[in-house]
């Protein structure tokens, strides 16, 4: 396949084959830049149920490629039904999990494929996620640490093995306290998916930490409570001064399951917090580990 030099700005839709099925990816290419410097890439994963297009619209991360400077993929999961798409992320979730699909060669066919069309730099290459989206880039970056540069997750825990892990990877993770399909403190919530029961957030904090060398006491901040929406939001750092791969928690105490920052989409995620814009800290902690690894 040719490389794309000048590719159009705006959206587009790439399929692949991947283990004989066809997958897909949505691209946002950022208004902003110049086309000398290769892009940055975020890959945002949706959550189960859902699909990358809708993903893009939750997550609002088009318009952060605009304002930063980055590539966003949105790439689909797979499923019986369109649009009704999970990942394999583990333990977890539905379809993708029943058959076995085989997701991290997909996202491995989705970097190589943007390095192939796009001006991009394979090197920063980050990945987020929401829910189950958040599960399969957590699966992702623990078997394929050298891709990866730095990994943040919403609403949704390391579902694979801590043994999994191979290396260390940057993470930053947000949670809410009162989330009921993911609860922070693991096991099943009131609206879990039947047949499941999830890692807790400290676990999983705390395989990562091991994994990355953060292992010491975290710098802990309460963030300025702006908005009255009855939710406030502590910050915790661990610091990794061995690897630099540092382990970032945003605990939304009283929130649900949400994106942070974004308009509450459907009622039944609960409550959304204003105090804190996602997209605005994740971006900020990836641009600040670039270039971490080499490409596998």
């Not at 069309?117 to 990945?127: I, K, Q």
């Not at 001064?241 to 928690?249: E, Q, S």
């Amino acid at each position: 396949m040719a490389l794309i030099t000048s590719p159009a700005l705006g959206d587009h839709t790439h399929t692949l084959t991947v283990a004989g099925q066809a997958r897909r990816y949505h691209v946002h290419l950022p208004a902003r830049g110049d086309g000398a410097a290769p892009l940055p890439v975020v890959i945002a994963l949706h959550g189960g149920g859902s699909n990358g297009t809708a993903m893009r619209r939750y997550s609002g991360l088009d318009e952060e490629a605009d304002r930063r400077g980055f590539l966003a993929a949105f790439p689909d999961g797979s499923g019986r039904i369109p649009r009704v798409l999970t990942w394999n992320a583990g333990s977890c979730c539905a379809y993708a999990r029943r058959r076995r699909i085989d997701d991290v060669a997909f996202l491995d066919a989705v970097i190589d494929d943007l390095v192939r069309r796009y001006r991009v730099d394979p090197r920063r290459v980050y990945l987020t996620g929401m829910s189950n989206g958040a599960m399969m880039a957590y699966r992702y970056a623990a078997e394929r640490p050298r891709r990866v540069a730095a990994v943040a997750a919403v609403a949704g825990t390391l579902e694979v093995s801590a043994a999994q892990l191979r290396g260390p990877v940057p993470v930053m993770h947000f949670h809410g306290t009162l989330d009921e399909h993911v609860p922070f403190d693991g096991g099943r919530g009131s609206r879990t998916t039947p047949g499941n029961a999830f890692n807790s957030v400290p676990w999983t904090l705390e395989a990562w930490r091991r994994i990355n060398g953060a292992l010491g006491e975290p710098e802990t901040t309460d963030l300025p409570d702006v908005s009255d929406d009855g939710m406030h939001v502590v910050r915790k750092i661990y610091r990794a001064p061995v690897t630099g791969a540092d382990v970032v928690l945003f605990a939304i105490v009283g929130g649900g399951h949400s994106w942070p920052g974004r308009p509450r989409r459907a009622g039944v995620l609960g409550p959304t917090t204003t105090d804190l814009d996602a997209n605005t800290a994740m971006w900020a902690f990836f641009r600040s580990f670039p270039a971490r690894r080499r490409q596998r």
